[in-house]
């Protein structure tokens, strides 16, 4: 493998990743207000209506889906990846503060993850299959930051 496409594969998927984490928190979002149905499988411990109804589906103190914010999230880390993209294909440097504030964005939203993924285990005592891969997503995207931080 050459240099050139060990530099563009990582942002390639970090593009995809943010493409399918926008579609799926959007999913999300859009059922939160039935507006789409919810499907997912319901068992005594996988059960998506339970965790993505409860009082922690949403911003506290408002209506508004906590899902919105994983849309915002992957929107926000979609356009980094862009950015990292375009200079990778280009081959021109990209900005010195793309990756480590990238890995600053992954990190926070990987704590708010294990804060999620808490109440659904926890609390909840059941999980949500989609908002277990917006969570995948989230700690893939936060590998591929540090390794692209740890290569700058």
Known sequence: MDQRSQTVWE?????????AGVAIAGYLTATHSNALPLI???????NCASVT???????PG???????LGVAWFVVSG?????ALRAASSRTPEP????????????LALIFVLYLVYIEIVVL??????????????VVTFVLAL?????A
């Open 62 to 68: 408002t209506s508004i889906p906590i899902s919105i």
């Open 11 to 19: 942002p390639l998927a970090l593009v995809g990743i943010a493409v």
């Open 147 to 151: 390794l692209r931080l740890q290569r």
């Open 79 to 83: 356009l980094m990846s862009l950015t």
């Open 40 to 46: 997912c499988s319901i068992n005594s411990v996988v």
């Open 96 to 107: 010195a503060w793309l990756r480590p504030v990238h890995l600053l964005w992954a990190t």
């Open 53 to 59: 109804h409860s009082a922690y589906s949403v911003i």
């Open 125 to 138: 005592h059941q999980i949500c299959e989609w908002c277990t891969v917006v969570h995948l997503l989230v």
